[in-house]
């Protein structure tokens, strides 16, 4: 299907990739039989800087849902950095995952240079390879040279933003990377407009909204339902927060709200500014209330979300450009305080229908709408109802996994046909 933005056109995955792209599509050409009866098997390779379990959320967790939740003709590896040396790993019910060695981070970046050519070199025994992007490193080693026969899908998270003094050395590999892709997959159609990447490679670009395991933030079993109800009682107001601790999250704005409001604030995740968020909460006098529990298991995180109040999103700038946190929280049947920023998140919980929005950076407001949402349980129930049943139709685990099951059969066939993108 075809939609307009901004005065460009742009491919969305039409309704055989919500069906799972049924007989007669790309995936049974692609998918087909070999000779001697077995089903030929597309070989996808995802790339990124960090994987699970020493990241959670966010991109890693996209990279182990669509390596994990694809049809049997989809064999999915993924590559990536690791501080540490260089190993490799398979589990029971994952994919084969190449972690190369890395000295530590720089401007948050894997200090890693073996990746690229190691990137090469597991691209050889790949029919696919997914970018996900931003990570300069993946663009060095597609600049390297894939194979000829090789689709190459960009999975475009955000720009790279607050890296002035490298944009001379990583545009024009960037650049380089858009030109070699079959397809660059977004999450919302919004950044291809804000994008001076993207926005002269608009008609590669496809909208693939992100998608969540709906079902399985809405069971608990009987000892979740007994902590759920423990935290309740400990926690009457209870905000929940999650994400990476870094400036664009927003949470020094959520603390400084919490200064204005009657609540407690858990705050899910670690980060490099874990000791700076609680300096701020100790100097606002605020730190009995604001508990940064870093790390927490998926569990945990769920059992949380079911005893908040409300979920707060307080990022601050379009490095945050959907919010997979708030989609999570919405199977979950929690409320949403997110940010009006020019990116997809204030579109994924509407204001008044599954959110209350609010300017981003502004800690008063943010403080108001943490009250209503506190005090008034009539709103706050019918936006967590609304959310449940957005996620539910909108935001599925299959859906996603579906459309991104098309957008690589796709790009394959065309590689495959000959276009060079």
């Not at 690229?116 to 025994?125: G, S, T």
Request: aromatic share 6%.
């Amino acid at each position: 299907m075809r939609v307009s933005w901004c005065g460009f056109t742009i491919m969305l995955p039409d309704a055989a990739a919500r069906a799972g792209d049924g007989e007669g599509g790309v995936g049974s050409s692609i998918a087909g039989v070999r000779g001697s009866g077995k089903i030929i098997v597309t070989r996808v390779l995802h790339a990124y800087k960090a994987y699970m379990p020493e990241v959670t959320g966010g991109i890693p967790e996209v990279i182990s849902l669509l390596s994990g939740a694809m049809s049997p003709e989809i064999e999915s590896r993924v590559i990536v950095c690791h501080r540490g040396k260089s190993r490799r790993s398979q589990s029971a019910d994952g994919p084969a995952v190449e972690r190369v060695g890395s000295w530590g981070d720089l401007l948050s970046m894997p200090l890693a240079p073996t990746f690229p050519l190691a990137l090469k070199r597991a691209a050889r025994a790949a029919d696919v390879v997914v970018a996900h992007l931003p990570f300069p490193l993946n663009d060095l080693g597609i600049a390297l040279r894939l194979p000829d026969r090789v689709a190459l899908v960009v999975h475009w998270h955000s720009d790279i933003l607050g890296r002035r003094a490298v944009m001379p050395f990583v545009a024009p590999l960037v650049r380089h990377t858009l030109r070699r892709a079959q397809s660059i997959v977004v999450s919302d159609a919004s950044m291809i407009c804000n994008s001076p990447f993207l926005e002269p490679r608009a008609g590669k670009c496809l909208v693939v909204p992100f998608g969540t395991d709906v079902g399985y933030w809405q069971r608990l079993d009987d000892d979740q339902d007994v902590e759920v109800e423990r935290l309740r009682r400990t926690h009457p107001r209870l905000v929940v927060a999650t994400g990476r601790l870094v400036p664009y999250k927003g949470f020094a704005t959520l603390i400084e709200a919490l200064s204005h409001v009657d609540a407690t604030a858990v705050i899910i995740g670690e980060g490099p500014l874990k000791s700076k968020l609680a300096q701020l909460a100790r100097r606002l006098g605020v730190a009995e209330r604001v508990l940064l529990k870093g790390f927490m298991p998926r569990d945990q995180l769920k059992v949380h979300l079911r005893a908040a109040r409300l979920f707060a999103f307080p990022s601050v700038t379009s490095a945050e450009t959907f919010g997979i946190a708030q989609i999570e929280a919405m199977a979950a049947g929690v409320p949403i305080v997110n940010t009006a920023l020019e990116t997809g998140v204030p579109k994924v919980a509407r204001h008044d229908i599954e959110a209350i929005t609010v300017p981003a950076g502004d800690a008063p407001a943010l403080a108001t709408a943490i009250r209503q949402l506190l005090d008034d349980t009539v709103l706050a129930n019918r936006l967590g109802v609304a959310g449940s049943a957005r996620a539910q139709a909108e935001y599925g685990q299959e859906r996603f996994v579906a459309s991104m099951r098309k957008v690589y059969l796709d790009a394959c066939a065309r590689r495959v046909q000959g276009g060079l993108g």
